[in-house]
Nanobody, 123 residues
Framework: QVQLVESGGGLVQAGGSLRLSCAVS????????MAWFRQSPGKEREYVGA????????YLADSVKGRFTTSRDSAKNEVYLQMDNLKPEDTAIYYC????????????????WGQGTRVTVSS
């Protein structure tokens, strides 16, 4: 059973940075497509970005492109979301997700989810 645990959330001022981590257990993150989603109160869950494994490529939503990056450390079995130049509209609970099967669509079909980590950006 794959388990995901996010960490690194917190309160930051607009323009600041945070790095979220997703620790993977029960499997090797390098074998999975890994994604980040976020959800703000009253809004639907939003895709933020993903890192595929066939080949290793990263994808980011237009809303965060140029400000966020995602990466993987296979040795630590962790995935990261580096968030720079944060804006108040980035305030949300951020979730890490894993998918064990291959699909060209990296925005859906994730089987495993973490519990989320809260990010609050003050203006």
């Amino acid at each position: 059973q794959v388990q995901l645990v996010e960490s690194g959330g917190g309160l930051v001022q607009a323009g600041g940075s945070l790095r979220l981590s997703c620790a993977v257990s029960g499997g090797s993150s390098s074998r999975y497509a890994m994604a980040w989603f976020r959800q703000s109160p009253g809004k639907e869950r939003e895709y933020v970005g993903a890192i595929s494994n066939r080949p290793t490529t990263t994808y980011l939503a237009d809303s965060v492109k140029g400000r966020f990056t995602t990466s993987r450390d296979s040795a630590k079995n962790e995935v990261y979301l580096q968030m720079d130049n944060l804006k108040p509209e980035d305030t949300a609970i951020y979730y890490c997700a894993a998918r064990t099967y291959f699909s060209a669509d990296l925005q859906s079909g994730y089987e495993y989810w973490g519990q989320g980590t809260r990010v609050t950006v003050s203006s």
